[in-house]
């Protein structure tokens, strides 16, 4: 197998890919997301933005257009774009939000310029650290230092970008909004009942279900801060 890439049929099955029809795709680095929460550049401007038919015309866009992830302008095609990651394309004023829907598939929803400026990020972990300063740590791989420990592990930070400055706390408690990006019920977008431990209990239409706390990310308060269809 070809080092850069890997075959099609083991690729994640969260990728929108024609399977059949090749026998390898691109292995993308090693990033902040998990693999399977995650593709490599070429594979979103050819697969889900439809910008490019072959590796070569992606890699090129890459070179000649600027093309950004969350701010920051991106020219290697390995790089992976994951889960409520931001995705520019000032030139032609195109702006995306990758988000996971019911049928286990990333996909690209577009968006506005403005919401282009800021991102959802769920705290996974903080510590203290130098001079007192609390550290957070997020899904999408984030370090944030924060002054005030008012944060808790679960909970969800609206962050501007590039910059990374917090503007909003999304906490994970009854009446918020979630998307659920793992398990059983992934893809959905629920309002939350109850936390009870390990556990979530949200109402999705008229029905009360449960998943594990762990598969959800807090993106509103009574509605979505992001635009999910």
Aim: overall charge positive; aromatic content about 6%.
């Amino acid at each position: 197998m070809p080092k850069n890439h890997l075959k099609a049929q083991n690729a994640p099955r969260t990728w929108a890919i024609k399977r059949k029809n090749i026998t390898f795709v691109t292995k993308p680095n090693s990033g902040a997301h998990r693999t399977e929460l995650s593709m490599p550049l070429n594979l979103v401007l050819k697969n889900l933005l439809r910008k490019a038919t072959t590796n070569k015309e992606a890699k090129k866009i890459l070179h000649n257009q600027e093309i950004l992830v969350n701010g920051r302008r991106r020219k290697d095609y390995k790089f992976s774009i994951g889960l409520l990651d931001i995705l520019s394309i000032p030139k032609t004023n195109e702006y995306y939000l990758m988000l996971i829907n019911t049928q286990n598939k990333l996909l690209f929803q577009s968006i506005d310029k403005k919401e282009s400026n800021q991102k959802i990020c769920k705290i996974t972990g903080k510590k203290i650290v130098k001079k007192g300063l609390t550290q957070l740590k997020t899904l999408d791989g984030r370090i944030i230092l924060v002054k005030k420990d008012t944060y808790k592990t679960g909970d969800t930070v609206l962050v501007s970008l590039p910059k990374q400055e917090i503007k909003e706390v999304l906490k994970l408690e009854k009446g918020a909004t979630v998307i659920l990006f793992r398990g059983k019920y992934t893809g959905t977008i629920a309002t939350v009942v109850e936390v009870k431990d390990a556990i979530l209990i949200f109402k999705l239409d008229s029905q009360t279900l449960e998943t594990r706390k762990e598969y959800s990310i807090v993106i509103g308060k009574d509605k979505p801060l992001i635009k999910t269809k």
